[in-house]
Nanobody
Framework: QVQLVETGGGSVQAGGSLRLSCAASGYTVMHNCMAWFRQVTGKVREGVIVYWSTDDKTFAVYADSVRGRFTVSQDNAKNTVYLQMNNLKPEDTAKYYC???????????????????WGQGTQVTVSE
């Protein structure tokens, strides 16, 4: 059974930073397709980053809204992926979700339909 557990959310002022973690079980993050999404209540869930890794490289696709501010990394020993969020803005306020796919056929796609497994989400709130 695949489980994804996000942690690290919280409240921060604009310009601040947060690092989210997604710990996976029943699924190996290395060599597989992972993604981060976010959702504001009442709005469609938005893809933020999709990425996959080889033994020594990470490939990522970033949404325009976060490019240059958010980065993704992983710790294979901990089977955990991270989302480092810098220079946060109030419009980044949302619940953030980790997602994982079976296979890499759509590992460029920021659509929800490309992912099979989801975490429960962690709230990020950015104030002025």
């Amino acid at each position: 059974q695949v489980q994804l557990v996000e942690t690290g959310g919280g409240s921060v002022q604009a310009g601040g930073s947060l690092r989210l973690s997604c710990a996976a079980s029943g699924y190996t993050v290395m060599h597989n397709c992972m993604a981060w999404f976010r959702q504001v209540t009442g709005k469609v869930r938005e893809g933020v980053i999709v990425y996959w890794s080889t033994d020594d490289k990470t490939f990522a696709v970033y949404a325009d809204s976060v490019r240059g501010r958010f980065t993704v990394s992983q710790d294979n020993a901990k089977n955990t992926v991270y989302l480092q969020m810098n220079n946060l803005k109030p419009e980044d306020t949302a619940k953030y979700y980790c997602a994982a796919a079976e296979g890499r056929a759509r590992c460029y796609d920021l659509a929800q339909s490309a992912y099979n497994y989801w975490g429960q989400g962690t709230q990020v709130t950015v104030s002025e």
